[in-house]
């Protein structure tokens, strides 16, 4: 496979790898389960290697071609799998170690139902996914200094490792912030001095023709980033 101008060239695993091209998507393996190769599908419009430039070559490959993706498959996920998503979330970083995350597991049918009339319209999509992992914490739960709300901080720390995680099992894991708190915490009895920081739907891929044509858009369209030059300051401001 060749590369492009400045991009290196893939490897032979790297091309192995590269299978079942679709419109605005490939076919990534990401990681090997139980001696089967785990496909995971990246969101990008790409060619040969592109996405593996080298700016990009250090960098975990998790990191590179993870995506919030909307369409789930309702097929369970095994308990060993979620478990080491929610260690990877516990293992994360904190202020001054606080800890501030707790994870509410919802995976019961009846529970999820009464969870599903709490999300908003836009997330709808989530309704499929067979779990939804709630990450709350007390405002005053993280570290004091500086008066900063750091549980804020621990809180997404352990999301992304939550997430890094899933995907690195061929997982979805998509966070979202469009949901009635107060509907959540009734169901499922979190104390009112805690707040919801996330909910973060967990599953198989499924299908994208499944999702309504807004969604099938969202899904078919690359995600981008600010480049560096935008955001990074050397030395000063």
């Keep these: 496979m060749s590369a492009s101008k400045g991009v290196m060239a893939c490897s032979k695993t790297q091309s192995t790898r590269l299978m079942n091209m679709r419109p605005a998507h490939i076919i990534l393996a990401i990681s090997d389960l139980d001696h089967k190769i ?27 071609i993870r995506r919030s993706g909307r369409a789930f498959s309702n097929q369970s996920v095994p308990d060993e799998m979620l478990e080491s998503i929610l260690e990877a979330g516990r293992r994360a970083p904190s202020c001054a170690n606080t800890q501030a995350w707790n994870f509410i ?23 499929r996914a067979p779990i939804m992992l709630i990450v709350a914490a007390r405002e005053d739960g993280g570290c004091s200094s500086h008066g900063l709300p750091y ?13 890094l995680q899933a995907f690195h099992l061929g997982l979805l894991a998509h966070p ?62």
């Excluded at 919802?106 to 709808?124: F, I, P, T, W």
């Excluded at 901080?153 to 997430?163: F, K, S, Y």
Aim: one cysteine or more.
């Design 151 to 163: 549980f804020m901080m621990d809180v997404g720390l352990a999301t992304e490792n939550i997430l």
């Design 105 to 127: 597991v919802l995976k019961n049918k009846d529970v999820l139902e009464m969870a599903h009339e709490a999300l908003s319209r836009g997330n709808s999509w989530g309704k």
């Design 38 to 64: 785990v496909l995971h599908r990246a969101k990008y419009l790409l060619e040969g290697c592109d996405w593996l430039s080298a700016k990009t070559e250090l960098i975990l490959e998790e990191i590179l």
């Design 176 to 237: 979202t912030a469009g949901w009635n708190e107060e509907k959540l915490k009734d169901i499922t009895g979190i104390p009112q001095e805690y707040r919801i920081v996330t909910v973060i739907f967990i599953g198989y891929e499924g299908d994208i023709e499944e999702l309504d044509e807004r969604n099938r858009e969202k899904e078919k369209t690359p995600s981008t980033r600010r480049p560096l030059s935008e955001i990074v300051h050397w030395d000063k401001w």
